[in-house]
């Protein structure tokens, strides 16, 4: 008796959750089909030409607590791509270093030792952890970021220095709004995880060859077709399962791995997912603002990151590995600096540099990247969609489906593998 073939699926949507789940259904045996719109693969962390050169649309970082990403990139090995060094934060005037210490010493030292600190800020910050870590970082009701710490009676020059920029960072939310489950979940997982949680990852090569072309490659040796510049404009219920509109493509099940401003309108067709459309509707965006820089010499960083400024103040990031001389300075969420035309932004930011810094090398070029919806707002009690639907063949995967974590590398990762197990084990 042949076989029953496995279930067809199109994945819609080359970000890295739709990579991530179409991949591990080609490995799984079933028949593959992923639709990405645009040109290129990596949706929101993908590479773009400047003049010959593949900058990332926007400054990425990822941590040792990404383990899934990490795997992924193993498999596809990739993983020589990134630079693994132990945490650490340079701010004027502030610096901590965690120590190569079993956790969680590790983190009790690093915060004694921090320069910039009174000993009334280390011990406030010492016992805002062990008070989370007692908890199991679980919070009874979730409140914003701001209020927790103020709650701990962690002292201003801390919040400046330390929770802010992390939870900024993390959450890409300001601290005033931000989800205090979410930043605890951040915290657990990084600065309270296991030593090599906390560590901090350079890429080292442009975002398209650190996942997406590598997954790509593989999909399609396994079988599977990577569609480019395949726009799905709805899907429509038919007899053998969901067709896809714009490329025409009929499929057995099919996950929706797109932006989560674009699912609505694929849903227009199907009654029964409207709940689903109009709650996606409510979601509220914060961008992410890059400025790249060419210089005619590399800058000379204390760290391949450097606050420059304490609570929501951008960061600047050497990435000679691109190109000689070029560095990226990036500021999360929303703020007075996107008020600003883009030369006086890129004057404020050169000026901040040259405060840290010192005397600059002559700036060759300069380009400014503002992604208006880079992420979800990351606040109190936020509803996420699961990865399953109403409807037993549609799925979600994406950074803002239900989850622990912010929006991320890492969450866009696990969405699409759960999306893939979900699917491999229901057929
Ligand atoms: C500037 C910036 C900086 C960031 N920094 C960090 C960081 O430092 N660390 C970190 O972990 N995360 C960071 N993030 C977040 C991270 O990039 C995202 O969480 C992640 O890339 C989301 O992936 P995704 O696959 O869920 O969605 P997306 O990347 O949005 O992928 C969705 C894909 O679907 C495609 N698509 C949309 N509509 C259709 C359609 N109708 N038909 C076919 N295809 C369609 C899109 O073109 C896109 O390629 C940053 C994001 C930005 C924008």
């Not at 067809?8 to 970000?15: D, I, P, R, T």
């Not at 639709?35 to 593949?54: K, M």
Request: aromatic residues 6%; neutral net charge; proline residues 7%.
């Amino acid at each position: 008796m042949a076989a029953r073939l496995k279930p067809s699926v199109a994945v819609v949507g080359g970000g890295w959750a739709g990579l991530t789940a179409a991949l591990a259904l080609a490995e799984a045996g079933h028949p593959v089909s992923l639709h990405e719109s645009a040109r290129q693969l990596g949706g929101r962390a993908r590479s773009v030409d400047w003049h010959g050169v593949a900058i990332d649309n926007g400054q990425h970082l990822m941590a040792g607590a990404y383990s899934e990403t990490l795997a992924l990139m193993e498999r596809l090995d990739t993983l020589d791509r990134i630079e693994r060094r132990q945490l650490e934060f340079h701010g004027p005037g502030f610096c901590l270093a965690l120590p190569r210490l079993p956790a969680p010493l590790h983190l009790a030292a690093g915060l004694l030792a921090a320069r910039g600190l009174g000993l009334a800020d280390k011990l406030a910050a010492v016992r805002f952890m062990q008070a989370l870590r007692r908890r199991r970082f679980q919070l009874p009701a979730d409140d914003t970021a701001a209020e927790l710490l103020a709650w701990h009676r962690q002292p201003a020059r801390l919040v400046e220095r330390l929770w802010q920029p992390i939870c900024v960072a993390a959450l890409n939310t300001p601290l005033h709004l931000a989800s205090a489950q979410v930043f605890c979940n951040v915290l657990r997982d990084s600065l309270a995880g296991p030593r090599a949680a906390s560590d901090l990852l350079f890429n080292r090569a442009d975002l398209g060859r650190l996942l997406p072309d590598a997954a790509a490659e593989r999909i399609r040796t396994l079988g599977g077709e990577v569609r480019l510049a395949s726009r799905v404009t709805g899907l429509a219920r038919e007899p053998g399962g969901l067709r896809l509109l714009g490329p025409d493509n009929l499929a057995e099940r099919v996950i929706l791995a797109c932006h989560p401003a674009r699912v609505p309108e694929l849903l227009a067709n199907l009654p029964e997912t409207r709940a689903l459309g109009s709650r996606l509707h409510d979601l509220d965006w914060q961008p992410i603002a890059t400025l790249w820089l060419r210089f005619a010499a590399p800058l000379a960083l204390p760290y391949p990151m450097v606050a420059l400024g304490a609570a929501d103040a951008p960061w600047a990031f050497e990435r000679n590995d691109l190109a000689a001389g070029l560095a990226a300075v990036v500021a999360s969420a929303e703020g007075p600096h996107l008020a600003l035309q883009p030369e006086a932004l890129r004057d404020r930011w050169l000026d901040d540099l040259a405060g840290r810094l010192g005397a600059l090398p002559t700036l060759l070029d300069w380009k400014l990247i503002v992604e208006k919806r880079a992420t979800f707002a990351c606040t109190p009690d936020l509803w996420r969609p699961d990865n399953r639907t109403d409807l037993p063949d549609l799925y979600l995967a994406g950074d803002y489906t239900r989850g622990d974590y912010p929006a991320t590398l890492e969450g866009a990762v696990r969405s699409g593998l759960q999306c893939a197990r979900l699917i491999i084990r229901e057929t």
